[in-house]
C-alpha cells in the first residue's frame, strides 16, 4: 500500500491520502488529550512522540505535530502505523461516528449559510488537509469550527477573514462577520 503524503498551509500539519475511503460521512477530529475510544487507529498514531491532533476526512488524514518536532523524525512512524491499520482491514471509527452535533437550520439565512460552506467552501479547505464546520449564527455573526490543518494555521485568519466572510456576506447581506470557535 502506498500513502502519499502532501504539505499543507500549516507547517505543522501533514496531509496522508491513503487512496482509499477513510470516513464514509463526516469527518472526525481528535486531540492529544481527547479520550480516543471509538478509534483504535487514532490511539496508535497518538503514541507517536509529537503527535498532537488527528483529523479524519473522507479521503484523507491530517496529522498536526507539535512545534518542536521534526517532520523528518515522526512521518515515517505515521505511514508505519496507518499501513499496518489499513492492510489489516480495521475501521478508522469502531462507534457510529453520527455522534457529532446535528445541526437543524432554523432559519432561511442559516440554510444558505449551510448551503455555500457545503457547496465552495469546505470542498477547497479539504484539499488543503482541513474543514470547516458550521456551529451558529447569531446576532449577524456566523460561527464556524476550524479542524484539521485549519486549526492553528498561521493562514487561516486571512482565509477566514478575506476569503470565507466576503464570501458569505457577498450572497447574505444579514452577515456582519464571522468568527472562529
Same mark, same amino acid.
Given at each position: 500500500?502506498?500513502?502519499?503524503?502532501?504539505?499543507?498551509?500549516?507547517?505543522?500539519?501533514?496531509?496522508?491520502?491513503?487512496?482509499? /475511503?477513510? #470516513?464514509?460521512?463526516?469527518?472526525?477530529?481528535?486531540? $492529544?488529550?481527547?479520550?480516543?475510544?471509538?478509534?483504535?487507529?487514532?490511539?496508535?498514531?497518538?503514541?507517536?512522540?509529537?503527535?498532537?491532533?488527528?483529523?479524519?476526512?473522507?479521503?484523507?488524514?491530517?496529522?498536526?505535530?507539535?512545534?518542536?518536532?521534526?517532520? /523528518?523524525?515522526?512521518?515515517?512512524?505515521?505511514?508505519? !502505523?496507518?499501513?499496518?491499520?489499513? #492492510?489489516?482491514?480495521?475501521?478508522?471509527?469502531?462507534?457510529?461516528?453520527?455522534?457529532?452535533?446535528?445541526? !437543524?437550520?432554523?432559519?432561511?439565512?442559516?440554510?444558505?449559510?449551510? /448551503?455555500? #460552506?457545503?457547496? !465552495?467552501?469546505?470542498?477547497?479547505?479539504?484539499?488543503?488537509?482541513?474543514?470547516?464546520?458550521?456551529?451558529?449564527?447569531?446576532?449577524?455573526?456566523?460561527?464556524?469550527? #476550524?479542524?484539521?490543518?485549519?486549526?492553528?494555521?498561521?493562514?487561516?485568519?486571512?482565509?477566514?477573514?478575506?476569503?470565507?466572510?466576503?464570501?458569505?456576506?457577498?450572497?447574505?447581506?444579514?452577515? $456582519?462577520?464571522?468568527?472562529?470557535?
Amino acid at each position: 500500500m502506498y500513502i502519499q503524503t502532501q504539505d499543507t498551509p500549516n507547517p505543522n500539519t501533514l496531509k496522508f491520502i491513503p487512496g482509499i /475511503e477513510v #470516513l464514509k460521512n463526516g469527518s472526525k477530529q481528535f486531540n $492529544k488529550h481527547d479520550n480516543c475510544t471509538d478509534s483504535l487507529l487514532a490511539q496508535q498514531l497518538f503514541k507517536i512522540d509529537g503527535v498532537d491532533s488527528i483529523f479524519f476526512g473522507n479521503d484523507f488524514i491530517s496529522v498536526t505535530k507539535e512545534n518542536k518536532v521534526d517532520w /523528518e523524525i515522526i512521518k515515517i512512524f505515521i505511514l508505519s !502505523k496507518l499501513v499496518d491499520h489499513f #492492510l489489516a482491514g480495521l475501521p478508522v471509527i469502531t462507534q457510529s461516528q453520527d455522534k457529532k452535533k446535528i445541526i !437543524k437550520a432554523n432559519s432561511k439565512i442559516e440554510e444558505q449559510i449551510i /448551503e455555500l #460552506l457545503n457547496s !465552495k467552501i469546505r470542498p477547497a479547505v479539504a484539499q488543503d488537509g482541513g474543514d470547516i464546520i458550521y456551529n451558529k449564527f447569531e446576532n449577524g455573526v456566523v460561527y464556524l469550527e #476550524l479542524h484539521g490543518a485549519c486549526k492553528g494555521c498561521p493562514s487561516s485568519t486571512i482565509t477566514l477573514k478575506q476569503g470565507i466572510e466576503n464570501m458569505l456576506k457577498h450572497y447574505i447581506p444579514e452577515i $456582519k462577520s464571522v468568527e472562529s470557535i
